[in-house]
């Protein structure tokens, strides 16, 4: 897919299954029920998209899906089909891992940072990219490293201490200039720092989202926020503030858990928000 100069590519890191609960929050179950069906352990189904970027040069990856180090247990937990993912997708576009220059998470939950790193032969975590800096925001890495109960089984150390020791950790401080095409913006709540990521070429518009808005619910209804949300309501707010930009400049909408669409452009109809989908 091209935007302006910019080549992007949507790479799959396969698909898993989160309890509809958790993905849902406090929307009742007889409005969401009806989008999709859940499986006999009351989940749902949810896309693991992560984005190649193309510009200036510069190879960028965002999201690093769950990855390749869980255990058996933890694969059946996530439901997870291991037949599929990133390394796999890069190998279908012709990249490989050293070709990677900067990998940015939007966050470091284990859902979007679990591929930042892989196994060694000796079983040791290490950068999967080995060439790459590897974006995070400083106040994201903080929570990352000093977990709390709620958050201790998403924040992994192995996805996170081996791009520190290997001196490829790079700390943001707010919104970071990636190319003259690409930056980082911060889209707080979800997480107390978490970031997504705009992309502008000659007049077009894209932003990966992360999980400011997984679905495309998530954007449409402003009180639709995940249960995983830190700050629901600033989450809410920062949704509010951004949608008006989305729907004026027509800005690529580039989901990451979404299983039904990858892409769409949210249209304001009356006072009802609507995401179109897009094939991508
Ligand atoms: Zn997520």
Same mark, same amino acid.
Request: aromatic content about 8%; proline content about 6%; some cysteine.
């Given at each position: 897919?091209?935007?302006?100069?910019?080549?992007?590519?949507?790479?799959?890191?396969?698909?898993?299954?989160?309890?509809?609960?958790?993905?849902?929050?406090?929307?009742?179950?007889?409005?969401?029920?009806?989008?999709?069906?859940?499986?006999?352990?009351?989940?749902?189904?949810?896309?693991?998209?992560?984005?190649?970027?193309?510009?200036?040069?510069?190879?960028?990856?965002?999201?690093?899906?769950?990855?390749?180090?869980?255990?058996?247990?933890?694969?059946?937990? /996530?439901?997870?089909?291991?037949?599929?993912?990133?390394?796999?997708?890069?190998?279908?576009?012709?990249?490989?891992?050293?070709?990677?220059?900067?990998?940015?998470?939007?966050?470091l939950?284990?859902?979007?940072g679990?591929?930042n790193?892989?196994?060694?032969?000796? #079983?040791?975590?290490?950068?999967?990219?080995?060439?790459?800096? /590897?974006?995070?925001?400083?106040?994201?890495w903080?929570?990352a490293l000093?977990?709390?109960?709620?958050?201790?089984?998403?924040y992994l150390p192995q996805n996170l201490l081996p791009i520190e020791?290997?001196?490829?950790?790079?700390?943001?401080?707010?919104?970071?200039?990636?190319?003259?095409?690409?930056?980082?913006?911060?889209?707080?709540?979800?997480?107390?720092?978490?970031?997504?990521?705009?992309?502008?070429?000659?007049?077009?518009?894209?932003?990966?989202?992360?999980?400011?808005?997984?679905?495309?619910?998530?954007?449409?209804?402003?009180?639709?926020?995940?249960?995983?949300?830190?700050?629901?309501?600033?989450?809410?707010?920062?949704?509010?503030?951004?949608?008006?930009?989305?729907?004026?400049?027509?800005?690529?909408?580039?989901?990451?858990?979404?299983?039904?669409?990858?892409?769409? /452009?949210?249209?304001?109809? #009356?006072?009802?928000?609507?995401?179109?989908?897009?094939?991508?």
């Amino acid at each position: 897919m091209r935007l302006g100069n910019v080549e992007l590519a949507i790479v799959s890191d396969g698909r898993w299954w989160l309890d509809a609960g958790g993905h849902f929050g406090v929307v009742p179950r007889v409005l969401w029920e009806p989008l999709i069906p859940v499986d006999e352990r009351h989940r749902v189904p949810m896309a693991l998209n992560c984005l190649l970027i193309r510009s200036d040069g510069k190879t960028i990856l965002v999201d690093t899906g769950l990855g390749s180090k869980l255990t058996d247990k933890e694969r059946d937990w /996530y439901g997870l089909d291991s037949t599929v993912g990133l390394l796999q997708g890069f190998d279908e576009l012709g990249v490989a891992p050293q070709d990677v220059d900067i990998v940015i998470n939007t966050h470091l939950h284990s859902d979007h940072g679990g591929g930042n790193t892989i196994f060694d032969g000796e #079983g040791r975590p290490r950068p999967t990219f080995p060439k790459a800096e /590897y974006w995070v925001q400083r106040l994201e890495w903080v929570d990352a490293l000093h977990p709390n109960e709620r958050t201790i089984r998403t924040y992994l150390p192995q996805n996170l201490l081996p791009i520190e020791e290997s001196g490829q950790l790079r700390l943001l401080n707010g919104e970071t200039r990636v190319t003259e095409e690409v930056r980082c913006i911060i889209t707080p709540g979800h997480t107390q720092a978490h970031q997504s990521v705009v992309i502008e070429s000659n007049e077009q518009k894209a932003i990966y989202l992360g999980d400011l808005a997984p679905w495309k619910e998530n954007i449409e209804k402003l009180a639709w926020t995940s249960a995983a949300d830190v700050t629901p309501l600033e989450n809410l707010e920062t949704k509010r503030a951004i949608r008006p930009w989305l729907v004026e400049e027509q800005v690529l909408l580039l989901f990451e858990h979404d299983p039904r669409m990858a892409a769409g /452009y949210l249209h304001l109809r #009356g006072d009802r928000y609507e995401v179109e989908p897009v094939e991508v």
